[in-house]
């Protein structure tokens, strides 16, 4: 039996749009969580420096924290796209493996990355 790679592309594709189409919904909505956190932070901070309860050695305290806030947010983010470029990597492979499988009649084990 031949590969048609036609149908392969079409396939990996598919495999991969899976994954991403999961994993976009859940980073979605955990950047929007976390964005309006941000927000609503920095909202507070705003209106403490303007009603006086936010001193000058408080600001850089909370605009301290509103950066760190955001830094672990980035790397948070960061993490979740590996992961999901991880799951993509072992679904295309899946496929690719499959195929070869089904070609050749061999047991191939997916390899793991």
Known sequence: MSINTDQLAEDMKSAASQVINQDVTVLRG????????????????????????????LQDFF????????????????????VTIE?????????LWNAIGSATGLDLSTPTG
Not at 34 to 47: F, R, T
Not at 87 to 95: I, L, Y
Request: glycine share 8%.
């Open 30 to 57: 955990f950047s929007e969580r976390q964005l309006k956190a941000l927000a609503k932070q920095a909202q507070l901070i705003a209106a403490g420096v303007i009603s006086g309860d936010i001193d000058a050695d």
């Open 63 to 82: 605009l301290d924290s509103l950066e760190d806030m955001a830094l672990n947010f980035a790397k948070t983010l960061r993490g979740l796209l590996m």
């Open 87 to 95: 799951k993509v990597w072992n679904a295309v492979v899946g496929v």
